[in-house]
């Protein structure tokens, strides 16, 4: 591939609080503020067209439509300059033409703009305090005029051009209301404002003449050629009852008491103005707009209509989502349809109706599409079965678009803030983190169902698998895995020491990558035990330069030969894979904000990007050459949807009910058509008669009428012959007599004729004569003049030699005062140089002296800076002065009354400088009255520290206490639960103690008894001594019991002794396994720090061995080449024995043997002892430390 560019075909957002934000190109095209530039939007097509804003644009600040709907005109954010550009749009795609800068300008942004009547001029005004009004001729990039416009503090500003008049700009602000008329390369303002300045919010020209103004307190001006005509205070709305009882009755009793609040601290203020053929919209409080219309009585204008903004429905607070600040409001060219935007980010219709067609004063918006993300986009996703990409947003709102029909599908809003999504393969579900949980969401036909929920906080990462069975969660540094059909949790993968910050399956599901913010990349492996590989510590095959940005999202396309990147100034860069070191890349300047999530859709035909500025671009990926990418298919998009149970039943049900009043209203209306059928045949017969009976009458008058006519006829033809014989003789007669008069006026004419000629004659003859009596007193009055002129020259000679004299006479007065005022204005200065001496050296003593005290050396200060305005002011006056002897030149008789103002100044100056004097005077004195106060709060600080000492102090002895208290406390709450088991013992005595007292009344009882019947056998004494015998056989034994029982209670008595004596044995021991442990723990450190000592002997000797190697290494082949040496000497025919220092070094590699053997026993001997202590200590990490050490 030569290489990709990408193209938006989309974009779901809008900038708020721009001037002019949204406006008509056409009566269905819309344009408004949408990222770093502005979008061209068809409501009908929904076709999108985005004009890109300069490099590295921050955001549209103001915009304006010329009156012919073919330019745009820009104010923006952009590096250090703000930028003011104008755009043609009369293209498909908007073309930039001229940018406007002036140097002598400052480097202010603009924040409102307006094009003149004829599209010429173009107005600005820069933001408040300190702004300006400039008017451009935009063609020619020329600065026409500028004027600065002083406000009373912050807050809007609204430029304007009357719709009638080229010249006349109408600006409005924070204490200002002025009207400007341009006129030869200046702008004059043409009104003076009368009374109180007001904060002047917005503005918009009714007519010619007249001006509609808002204010920060709800109050309506209208003026006319810049005065007040009429004026009208408008209160804070509150929502129509239709509007309340839309919620629920809880929701109600929740919200009025905030609503009760906010009424009472918030005050109406007109946001936003627009004019229409009829009179005016206005914006008084938050969700409603007023429509104002012209009448005939005193008041100018009328409120004729509320239209407020609707509830939004999937909102979970719909009362706060219809009370946004109405930001801007506008008109289509037609006035059919009305659009406002707020400060949410969202932008509303109305259709408007004739006055005549309103019935209802109250109305409603709709939203204009759909409603948008509010603040900034955390998370983005798409899936693969369908065009629909899924975005949360910290409006705690999730939204479903279709990126194919630029429209969205669903949308909800929760609780908490959601931070990531990610859309199921199939795109029937999708995962949600928020806040408090992670939950998994059905998307159902017209809603969001929250199928299972998963105890995971703050959930900044989740994504489901290519196949849709599995996906992953981020908790903290954790990742999890679910089942997505059982919801179980598979494995959860730990490895990372950072938090999680993205995470990306394989194409097969079998490999999972994740990175944290410590800049570590894993690898996980989900079949295989789910091992890992971290890939932080290999090698960085390529690194590619930022260029000035910082990168915050990365997506590559499904092919892999395409890299799209986001960066912190929200544009998009297309590179091709593999990156170059060249800065081979295209940028786009799309978002006002940082991008947060990035995606390429499954055919790699579009890029999905989603910023902080709450808005979503749809780019058309497309090569260079100006063809679409190449995918593997066309992909055929499912169009199934999920719907519940309950929803089907009640649409069922539904359908069912409205068959049935289908039915119910079928055989009503039937029935009614036949009464009404029977009502018409019987008004039809009637009619028939009435008009048969009508027409019989009819043809008889119409019989008599031709009858009277034909009389008529007779008679009118009878006059009309008399009547042409009358006219015949009349014309005879008037024939003679204009025939003799006007034989009479003929001979008048020619008598006048005569006369006329004589009188010519005599007049010519009279001019002759005044034109010779005019030559003559011409040429007197030229001698006389010319007499006149030559004394007056001889006079003006005379006069210039004498003003020659007084020229020369006052440039030597002119000299001498020069020459005064110099010595007087040095002296003046070397004076209050040496006073500005002494007195930035007695600063510097005060600021070293009064570091307590500088808010009166800042007071001090500024007066120093009033002095030196005073000398400044004094060198003006001086350059005054010497403008006034300039112009003594013209008139000499002025010198003298200058020069005595000159010696009144000079005095005042004089007394100026001993106030000055005095005060420095009583400055010193106020500078020893500072040092005494300041040794007296010494004073007062080193015993407020004694003081704070001695409380130190007692405080320490009061924690002392305090821990006697605490151990006195933990004594007497032991001695409390050894008394309550004592009590608890002698309760159990007790109730004992009552029982055997119960058992021996109850014996008592059946002894009396017994002995009762004994009684009764007193006579016998057989009998009675049976009963005796029996009563004593009865009862003789229960001594012993009694007395088995008072053992028994001796036994427990003994038992508590020996229970308390085992308690106290018990603490005793207790405290001796503390200190045994304690003791234990000493000589675990000790044998730990033995260990280590023995570790690093080990590690020496094991050095020791290494060169010990070495030394064998080179020994072993020391010796094959002495042994290849001894080769060729028994094959040569001498056959000498080897020479002895062959022989000499095998003792080395002997000794080194022996020695690596001995340094193996003392190993083994020392692991023996490190085991035998391990064991006799029951120390575990002493037996793994040696085994680590092995």
């Known amino acids: ?76 954010a952009a590096g250090e300059r703000p930028v003011l550009a104008v755009y043609e749009l009369t ?62 503090g912050d807050g809007p500003c609204q ?11 109408c600006i409005t602000g924070n204490g200002f209301f002025k009207l400007f008329k341009y006129s030869e390369g200046y702008l004059k303002q043409m009104n003076l404002q009368r009374g109180e300045p007001e904060n002047y919010l917005c503005h918009a020209w009714l007519s010619e003449e007249e001006v509609i103004c808002g204010t920060d307190t709800g109050k309506l001006s209208l003026f006319e050629t810049g005065e007040l005509q009429w004026e009208k205070s408008l209160e804070y709305r509150k929502p129509p009852r239709k509007q309340e009882e839309d919620t629920t009755e809880e929701y109600e009793s929740g919200v009025a008491f905030e609503d009760n609040g906010l009424q009472q601290h918030s005050l109406p203020q007109i946001s936003a103005v627009a004019a229409y053929s009829k009179g005016f919209a206005c914006s008084p409080s938050p969700g409603v707009v007023l429509l104002f219309e ?31 600040d109405i930001t801007c409001i506008c008109f289509s060219p037609s006035e059919e349809m009305m659009v406002v935007s707020t400060n949410k980010n969202q932008l509303y219709m ?13 109305s409603y918006f709709a939203y204009m599409n759909f409603p948008l993300h509010s603040n900034s986009i955390t998370g983005l996703d798409m899936c693969i079965w369908k065009p629909i990409l899924a975005t949360c947003s910290l409006d705690r709102s999730v939204r479903i678009w279709n990126y194919k029909t630029n429209t969205l599908e669903l949308c909800k ?106 800049g570590a990349v894993y690898e996980w492996n989900l079949l295989t035990d789910q091992t ?24 590559v396309s499904r092919s892999g030969r395409l890299v799209f990147v986001g960066t912190s100034l929200g544009t998009i860069r297309a590179m091709k894979y593999p990156l170059t070191l060249k800065k081979d890349f295209s940028e786009y300047q799309a978002h006002a904000g940082a991008v947060t999530k990035m995606t390429v859709t499954s055919d790699d035909q579009f890029l999905l990007t989603a910023s902080e500025d709450g808005c979503v671009f749809i780019w058309k990926v497309h090569d260079k050459e100006g063809g679409g990418v190449k995918g593997e298919q066309e992909l055929e998009y499912a169009e199934e949807v999920l719907i519940m149970r309950s929803d089907i039943d009640e649409k069922s049900q539904a359908i069912l009910d409205l068959q049935i009043c289908v039915r119910d209203l079928q055989t009503e209306s039937d029935y009614e058509l036949r009464l009404k059928d029977m009502y018409c045949e019987g008004k039809i017969k009637a009619l028939e008669e009435n008009f048969t009976q009508e027409i019989d009458s009819l043809k008889t008058k119409h019989q008599i009428l031709q009858e009277e006519k034909e009389k008529q006829k007779l008679q009118y033809e009878v006059q009309l012959s008399e009547l042409m014989d009358k006219q015949a003789r009349e014309v005879q007669r008037l024939e003679s007599d204009s025939s003799q008069k006007l034989s009479m006026e003929n001979e008048k004419y020619q008598e006048l004729q005569v006369k006329s000629q004589k009188m010519e004659e005599e007049y010519e003859k009279q001019l002759h004569h005044l034109e010779e009596s005019k030559i003559k007193a011409v040429a007197e009055l030229k001698e006389h003049y010319e007499k006149k002129l030559k004394h007056k020259t001889v006079l003006l000679e005379e006069a210039k030699e004498n003003m020659r004299k007084q020229i020369e006479a006052h440039e030597e007065m002119e000299k001498q005062i020069y020459e005064d005022g110099d010595k007087e204005i040095s002296e003046l200065k070397d004076k209050y140089e040496k006073q500005l001496l002494e007195e930035k050296e007695s600063n510097i003593q005060l600021k070293g002296e009064l570091g307590v005290m500088n808010k009166r050396l800042n007071s001090l200060q500024k007066e120093l800076k009033d002095r030196n305005r005073d000398i400044e002011e004094m060198r003006l006056e001086q350059q005054k002065l010497q403008d006034i002897i300039k112009s003594l030149e013209k008139d000499i008789l002025a010198l003298k009354t200058d020069v005595k103002e000159r010696t009144e100044t000079i005095l005042e100056k004089e007394k100026h400088v001993y106030d000055l004097k005095m005060k420095n005077q009583e400055l010193q004195n106020f500078k020893f009255v500072l040092s005494y106060r300041i040794e007296e709060f010494k004073k007062q600080i080193e015993s407020r520290e004694n003081d704070i000492e001695t409380m130190k102090k007692q405080i320490s002895e009061m924690e002392a206490e305090l821990e006697q208290f605490r151990k006195e406390s933990v004594e007497l709450k032991l001695n409390i639960t050894q008394l309550q088991q004592k009590q608890k013992a002698t309760a159990g005595e007790v109730h004992r103690e009552m029982e055997k007292r119960q058992n021996m009344e109850t014996l008592i009882k059946r002894f009396k008894a017994d002995l009762h019947n004994c009684v009764r056998f007193i006579n016998d004494s057989k009998k009675m001594k049976d009963g005796i015998r029996e009563l004593y056989a ?33 603490a005793v021991l207790r405290k001796k396994v503390m200190k045994d442990k304690e003791m234990q723990h000493t000589a675990y450190m000790r044998i730990m720090q033995e260990n280590v000592s023995l570790i690093k002997e080990i590690n020496d000797l094991r050095q020791e061995l290494r060169v010990a190697n070495a030394q064998v290494h080179d020994l072993q082949s020391a010796l094959r080449l002495n042994k290849n040496k001894k080769a060729i000497q028994d094959t040569a025919p001498s056959g000498e024995l080897p020479s002895s220092p062959a022989v000499l070094r095998l003792n080395p590699e002997m000794e080194n043997e022996k020695i690596i053997e001995m340094q193996q026993l003392e190993i083994q001997y020392l692991r023996d002892q490190i085991q035998e202590m391990g064991k006799a200590l029951n120390c575990p990490g002493s037996v793994s430390f040696s085994q680590k050490s092995s």
């Open 350 to 362: 109305f259709t408007m109706f004739s006055t005549k067609l309103i019935r209802e004063k109250i």
């Open 413 to 518: 809003e929760y609780q908490e803030e959601a931070y990531t999504v990610s859309l199921h393969p199939t795109g029937l579900f999708c995962l949600v983190g928020f806040s408090d949980k992670l939950r998994f969401i059905s998307l159902l036909y017209e809603d969001m169902h929250v199928f299972k929920e998963f105890a995971v906080k703050k959930c900044r990462e989740c994504s489901f698998s290519n196949g849709g069975h599995l996906f992953a969660i981020v908790n903290g540094n954790v990742i999890q895995i679910y089942s997505s059909i059982t919801f179980e949790n598979v494995t959860n993968l730990k490895g990372h020491t950072g938090k999680v910050h993205a995470i990306k399956w394989s194409a097969d599901d079998t490999k999972f990558v994740s990175c944290d913010t410590h």
């Open 159 to 169: 430029v304007s051009f009357n719709p009638q008049d080229n010249t006349q700009v």
């Open 532 to 555: 890992l590989k971290e890939i932080s510590e290999s090698s960085i095959q390529l690194e590619v330069p930022a260029y000035d940005v910082v990168y915050t999202t990365v997506a």
């Open 1 to 76: 591939m030569a290489g990709a560019a990408v193209l938006p075909v989309a974009v779901f957002g809008c900038r708020p609080r721009v001037a002019g934000g949204v406006c008509f190109l056409e009566e269905r095209v819309v344009l408004h503020a949408a990222g770093a530039g502005c979008l061209r939007l068809h409501l009908e097509h929904k076709w999108h067209n985005f004009i890109p804003g300069t490099e590295k644009s921050r955001g549209v600040q103001a915009l304006a439509v010329s009156p012919d709907r073919r330019f745009l005109a820009v104010s923006e």
């Open 294 to 324: 012209k009448t005939c009585e005193k008041e100018a204008y009328e409120e004729k209509q509320e239209v407020w903004l609707p509830q939004d429905l999937f909102s979970t607070e719909p009362k706060k989502s219809s009370r946004q």
């Open 91 to 152: 293209a498909e795609r908007a073309r930039r033409r001229k940018v406007l800068a002036a140097d002598e300008l400052p480097a202010r942004q603009t924040v409102s703009l307006a094009f003149s009547p004829d599209s010429r001029f173009l107005a600005a005004a820069t933001a408040p305090p300190e702004g300006h009004l400039t008017c451009w001729l935009w063609e020619k990039q020329q600065l026409a005029a500028a004027v600065r416009v002083p406000a009373a």
């Open 1034 to 1066: 009865k009862y003789v034994h229960q001594p012993d019991t009694v007395e088995a029982q008072a053992e028994d209670a001796d036994l427990q008595q003994q038992y508590k002794k020996q229970q308390e004596y085992n308690e106290r044995n018990l």
